[in-house]
């Protein structure tokens, strides 16, 4: 991994340096950039403008690492009142829900993140609409894998979410390409060590590439998260290859991330998801965007300097 990527991302889990990025002038702006809002509402107006521009959504509430079960439970109701939000204004085709397991507990308990998790996809299943569960560090993937495929058991189309740094995820796509499975394959966001993930980003754009076209080959809806525009148009061509019309596969990106090329794509014909997130807890995600993008840090620094 790049040394100023791991050192964000190591910075991003001390104390000093969060009161640093939540006090300093620049970060509001950068979390309205990123982040659509603190609550429901709010997301559900951002989410209709991007439905009305002809994409696709996918609602993310922020929040990561619970350690309570109270938390947890305030998580749920926080996507239940989305679910229903969806609902209600009539764009839970176009929109569904994207859900940390860690957010639910997965760290302390995993039976209770299992338990959580079958409510929301009960609820999004009644609402019209699907879940994809993110992967979070190499620690939790095991069991992320052990919970999506416990509930696809009952609801086929809950949403996996596999990162091409990890030297397992060709083996992984594999397991997972098969019919109704929905997959999205990213990169990777996180500090992980040379033993499970690829150091060099060129190797990681190959397996990116390798994992594409396991998942284009396969039977299952596939959903390319990145920004990359070298990827976009590699899978753009791979997908023709593989005779895969748009509609059988998406692209993702996130809320605020080359906004002019997401429509750029839907107004070619393809089919265009963004993952929205909301709510308060946004530092480990506006972390992670940091770590990815030096643009962003930079902006970031600029405003820090100049306090
Ligand atoms: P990068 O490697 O960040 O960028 C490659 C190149 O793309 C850059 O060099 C630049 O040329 C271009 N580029 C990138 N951003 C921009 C920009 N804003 N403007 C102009 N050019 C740009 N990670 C997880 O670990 N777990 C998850 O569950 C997860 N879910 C995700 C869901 C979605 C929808 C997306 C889009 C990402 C998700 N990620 C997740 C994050 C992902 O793993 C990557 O960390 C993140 O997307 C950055 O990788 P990238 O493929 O976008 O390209």
């Given at each position: 991994m790049e040394p100023l990527r791991s050192l964000i991302l190591a910075a991003a889990r001390n104390n000093a340096v969060r009161d640093l990025v939540a006090s300093a002038p620049g970060t509001r702006a950068l979390v309205e950039r990123f982040v659509a809002g603190a609550d429901t509402a709010s997301a559900i107006e951002a989410g209709r403008g991007l439905v009305d521009a002809g994409l696709s959504v996918t609602m993310d509430y922020l929040g990561e690492d619970t350690t309570d079960a109270a938390l947890a439970e305030q998580s749920v109701q926080a996507y239940l009142e989305m679910l229903d939000a969806l609902r209600v204004t009539g764009i839970a085709g176009q929109a569904e829900v994207s859900v940390k397991l860690s957010a639910l507990g997965q760290r302390f308990d995993e039976s209770l993140a299992l338990a959580l998790a079958e409510r929301i996809c009960a609820r999004a299943q009644r609402c019209g609409t699907t879940v994809t569960f993110d992967m979070e560090d190499h620690r939790t993937t095991d069991s992320t894998l052990r919970i999506v495929g416990a509930l696809r058991r009952e609801w086929p189309w809950v949403g996996a979410v596999l990162q091409a740094?990890?030297?397992r995820t060709a083996a992984d796509c594999a397991a997972l390409a098969g019919p109704e499975s929905r997959v999205r394959l990213c990169k990777g966001a996180y500090a992980e060590p040379a033993d499970v993930a690829y150091p060099d980003p060129h190797e990681v754009d190959l397996s990116y590439v390798r994992c594409a076209n396991i998942l284009l080959a396969g039977d299952g809806y596939a959903m390319f998260g990145t920004h990359d525009p070298r990827l976009v148009r590699i899978i753009t061509e791979r997908a023709r290859w593989y005779d895969r019309?748009?509609?059988?596969y998406e692209f993702q990106m996130l809320y605020g991330m080359r906004p002019q090329e997401q429509l750029r794509l839907a107004g070619e014909g393809e089919k265009v998801r963004v993952y929205l997130p909301y709510g308060r807890q946004w530092y480990g995600y506006l972390m992670r965007r940091l770590a990815e993008r030096p643009a962003n840090l930079s902006f970031f620094l600029r405003s820090v300097v100049s306090r």
């Open positions: 740094y990890l030297y019309k748009p509609g059988s």
